[in-house]
């Protein structure tokens, strides 16, 4: 994925971007990095991590100190689900000793959302659920993030 998004910003209107540019010689780095490192993993492979004595406390203690630093969950069940390409690689480590989910407290979402945004919420919200079903795992709703439009609409108008 990192070459086709490195190719996306070498092609077309980027190729006079300056920060364009910027974004290829950091891909081609990290590419060259990443490359050279799962090479020499394939030639002397890491071992096997001893197994865990309580594999439960083990995860709560790994989710534990997630939400410390305010990530929230991130092995919660419901959310790796959502991975559609990684959920069935992990699915078989699921088997219901897992932590419950424990959610962030995230206060970037708005409930007064102008009826534009609202029906684009609606919209998403409707095709993602489709697409959950049609993979055999349950929906989760995305939600308005005021500082994320406010993020995406000041690089709009840099852009223009």
Known sequence: RLTVTKHRYTTGDWVLNPMARDLVVNFH????DVASELASM???PPPTRAPVADMYEYR??????????????????????????????????YNGT????????????SPDLTLSEQEWVDGHNIRR???????????SDLEWSADLASSAQNYAQQLL
Do not use: R
């Open 29 to 32: 780095a990290y590419i060259k």
């Open 42 to 44: 394939y030639v002397d």
């Open 60 to 93: 709560k203690s790994q989710v534990e100190w997630y939400n410390s630093i305010g990530k929230g969950n991130k092995y919660a069940k419901d959310i790796v689900q959502q991975m559609a390409a990684y959920w069935p690689t992990v699915e078989d480590l």
């Open 98 to 109: 897992e932590p419950d989910a424990i959610y962030c407290n995230d206060n970037s979402t």
């Open 129 to 139: 659920t489709s697409f959950y079903e049609l993979h055999g795992m349950g929906p």
